[in-house]
């Protein structure tokens, strides 16, 4: 468990928060490419780490992102009108580019210079993967870009997509990481069913409780969820935790070989964007995201417009008793909404004081550990921990080995492809 002044120490986000001040210094993704995908399209609003910003494409399709109010009365420039490579300010005509300055004012004298003084907040972002990432550290700390395999490949090899969770950021992370937990909240009691999850006849629920294993490595750690497959064999599924907030983890159920992973970004202390990729392994394109989508409930009409499920807390998650009975453990249609529910009804910012971990939670002591050392180290001046590593070539799989075997000696070569760092 961690203590009272750690938990809000590792769970606080917000400007001038010790933790803050640590995931500024990552590339973050701030909001899908989609949904600025033209010049001159509508801005949209986006919260990061309790900041409120304006994000835009310019008429030379440049992305800004920028403090959500104007410098002049403070209106939101969410009103705006996204103009010659500029958003101008509905209220006065101030109108800013996408560097935050400020290059016209209507309400003064064409002599004036006073728009040379003024500047609003602006970070620097970079489109990769479909994502649009933003960087809201010290200028001269900024880490290399975020050039991950799967922001690599072409649109058609690979999916991403992001659903809003309200909760804080290291629940819904903590979660995500957790792998005991898989074949107990997913199971389907019926091998046909539809509303995602693992059927009777699934490697997972054919296998045993796991004993997780972990190796820390420059940019996080690899772990491990070793279980029993019968009397001779083992089911090993491998995963990566990547600083300050990615998992990757192995595809399943698709024609198409493919890894797969989750991003978890604070919008404030209460509430996260979860970013969620995945990518074909062979080149193939992945025609079966919208089907992975689905089986999760992140598929078409799953999401509200403001990429909040349709299953919350304000409906119960629709859960459906009987279906609790009869057909999955939950008694709730997909396995997105099935983490949000557990994870969402812990509140806010769970009490980390009262837990009782076990064994299978090494992931989420290790976790706990890197996070509080990144944050040590920004404390005194350093780099956290795989701001600046090798990390972007990385896979997940798994894979059914004799009882005895190595995972390392036998799947390190495939989680790592062309990597100078394992």
């Not at 004298?109 to 960087?135: F, N």
């Not at 001269?140 to 649109?155: G, I, K, N, Y």
């Amino acid at each position: 468990m961690l203590s009272h002044d750690e938990n809000g120490l590792l769970t606080r986000t917000g400007p001038d928060t010790p933790m803050g001040e640590t995931l500024r210094r990552y590339w973050m993704p701030a909001l899908l490419a989609s949904e600025i995908s033209e010049a001159d399209c509508p801005p949209v609003r986006v919260k990061l780490l309790g900041e409120d910003l304006l994000a835009f494409r310019d008429t030379q399709g440049r992305v800004g992102l920028v403090d959500e109010f104007c410098a002049h009365r403070r209106t939101s420039l969410w009103l705006g009108r996204n103009e010659e490579c500029g958003i101008r300010c509905v209220y006065h005509g101030w109108k800013y580019d996408v560097d935050g300055r400020c290059v016209d004012m209507m309400n003064e004298p064409a002599e004036s210079r006073l728009r040379e003084e003024v500047r609003i907040t602006a970070y620097p972002t970079v489109d990769l993967g479909g994502i649009i990432w933003a960087y809201m550290g010290p200028p001269d700390l900024r880490p290399p870009e975020p050039a991950f395999e799967w922001t690599q490949v072409s649109e058609e090899q690979r999916g991403v997509s992001k659903n809003w969770q309200e909760c804080n950021w290291l629940q819904a992370l903590e979660g995500g990481v957790d792998t005991a937990h898989v074949p107990i909240l997913h199971r389907n009691f019926t091998a046909n069913t539809t509303k995602g999850g693992y059927a009777p006849n699934s490697t997972f629920a054919k296998a045993g409780p796991p004993t997780v294993e972990v190796d820390t490595t420059d940019y996080g750690y690899r772990y491990a969820g070793i279980r029993s497959f019968g009397d001779d064999e083992i089911f090993v599924r491998t995963y990566h935790f990547v600083m300050p907030f990615h998992q990757f983890r192995p595809g399943e159920n698709t024609v198409t070989p493919y890894t797969t992973g989750h991003i978890w970004v604070p919008i404030d202390d209460d509430n996260c964007m979860v970013y969620n990729w995945a990518y074909s392994t062979n080149g193939d394109p992945f025609d079966e995201w919208d089907m992975v989508e689905t089986r999760l409930g992140r598929g078409p009409g799953q999401l509200q417009p403001d990429f909040r499920s349709i299953r919350n807390m304000d409906n119960q998650y629709l859960i459906d008793r009987v279906m609790q009975k009869n057909e999955n453990f939950t008694g709730i249609e997909g396995v997105n909404n099935q983490d949000q529910a557990v994870q969402e009804m812990m509140g806010a910012v769970v009490d980390r004081t009262r837990e009782y971990l076990t064994s299978s939670d090494l992931t989420i002591v290790q976790l706990r550990r890197l996070l509080l050392e990144a944050v040590r180290t920004v404390s005194d001046g350093g780099d956290p921990p795989g701001a600046r590593s090798a990390y972007y070539k990385l896979r997940a799989l798994d894979r059914i080995m004799p009882k005895g075997a190595s995972w390392r000696d036998e799947m390190l070569p495939d989680m790592y492809p062309d990597s100078v760092s394992r």
